[in-house]
């Protein structure tokens, strides 16, 4: 307990007092970024510029179809995700920041006002409360109560990520989604290199080993998860370099639904979906993870999990899945289409693989 305190408070102190922008980071972990869809960077583009300057994150972790949902960004820093969920969501949604970081959540809010007229909101859909995203219940976020959890690059400093994996599925309603972007990696960390400041703080040491994160899942109640997109990344500074190269990370951008009938391997029940192309922003095609690309108007076999997660959850208005579970024919083939190349990466999913 006494390890994590001393964690928990130099985080505060990197992320608010050490760190005066995205320029002080050591590495390119914290500031490593997907290429942005358009729609994105055109928010981006009309978001107050302090709050872009002071942006600490590993990727894109904004999904699809969010009109009128409920967000909670944990680990929101100084809120450039909370505002683009905030555009997103639209007036009738509504969007919760979570951090620890009282310098980071200050210049949040002083900018709610300005963002709401940038965005023609008569008023507020965001709020930003001080917490830990380790204990969501002691700032009064409820059971079942947000469609869509967010987080960018945080969950690695967590000191007890089991903690936050159950809150998560504890405050997403039946049918919500988990959807972060964080840093992974290929082996377990020595604990001498965890209790290296500086590689903490810059999202390195306290990195996921990407099988501890599928059994943390699973305790969770959560058999299922999907890699949406995964780099492997580079560390240029010489010095760190030499001291935990041996180890292999990876910047993934991850969902999971909270669904109550998941198997822990892809089965095959003669199911196919059609997606209907209504997403505004995506009238063509659909990722839903790195190997499932849903043209619009095509048929596509699917396993039962995948039946689930487009029939169960904000998606099954936008596709139109055939069949059910009556009829049982065995494992489905659902491997991703990765060159031989890459064979030697992260494992780049979860149950359907």
Known sequence: MEEQLTSISYLKEYYGKILSGTKDLQTNACCTADSLPIYIQEIIDNIDDEIIQRFYG????IPTALDGCIILDLGCGT?????IASKLVGPNGFVVGVDMTDEQLDLARRHIQS?????NYAKSNVEFKMGYIEDLKSIGIKD??????ISNCVINLSP????????????????GELYFSDIFSGRRIPEKLKNDPILYGECLSGALYIEDFRRLLRLAGCLDYRVVSNKRLTIDNPELKNKIDMIDFYSMTIRA???PNLEDICEDYGQTAVYLGTMPELPHRFALDDHHIFTTGKPVLVCGNTASMLQETRFSKHFNVTGNRKTHYGPFDCNPLIPKSNANTANSSGACC
């Open 58 to 61: 590993c990727g894109s972790p």
């Open 79 to 83: 809120g450039r995700d909370v505002y």
């Open 115 to 119: 963002q709401m007229i940038r965005f």
């Open 144 to 149: 079942n109560s947000v469609d869509i959890v």
């Open 160 to 175: 007890n990520k089991k903690d936050v994996f159950s809150e998560i599925f504890r405050v997403l309603k039946p049918g």
């Open 257 to 259: 639904f909270k669904l």
